[in-house]
């Protein structure tokens, strides 16, 4: 399985940037979906998931109300919008793809992307 995740960039603190990550299975539709980040020297992180039919979204506290997790199954894509950029934001994006119905905010994932990087100037 490959999680191809693409997007990052270069942004001024404020702008936004979309991020996306395309599925090789078809089988994507049975999976739940999430992204991570991990700045250097630092631990890697959830920042959002959503469950297999979409019904169910989470976020971590740092990024609720700017960022924005979606699903196309059709396109066996993940999304993830995220707006009002703040310099923290700047880290290696990962997505990752689980079995389970809801997506976990732990590392308990089964299929890893390479990371896309995002890098916020003040």
């Known amino acids: 399985v490959q999680l191809q995740a693409s997007g990052g960039g270069l942004v001024q603190a404020g702008e936004s940037l979309a991020l996306s990550c395309v599925a090789s299975?078809?089988?994507?539709?049975?999976?739940?979906l999430g992204w991570f980040r991990q700045a250097p020297g630092k631990a890697r992180e959830f920042v959002a998931g959503?469950?297999?039919?979409?019904?169910?979204?989470n976020y971590a506290d740092s990024v609720k109300g700017r960022f924005t997790i979606s699903r196309e199954n059709a396109k066996q894509t993940v999304y993830l919008q995220m707006a009002s950029l703040k310099p923290e934001d700047s880290a290696l994006y990962y997505c990752?793809?689980?079995?389970?119905?809801?997506?976990?905010?732990?590392?308990?994932?089964?299929?890893w992307g390479q990371g896309t990087e995002v890098t916020v100037s003040s």
């Open positions: 959503i469950s297999r039919s979409g019904g169910t979204i």
């Open positions: 990752a793809a689980t079995t389970l119905w809801v997506a976990p905010t732990t590392e308990n994932y089964d299929y």
């Open positions: 299975k078809p089988a994507f539709r049975t999976w739940a």
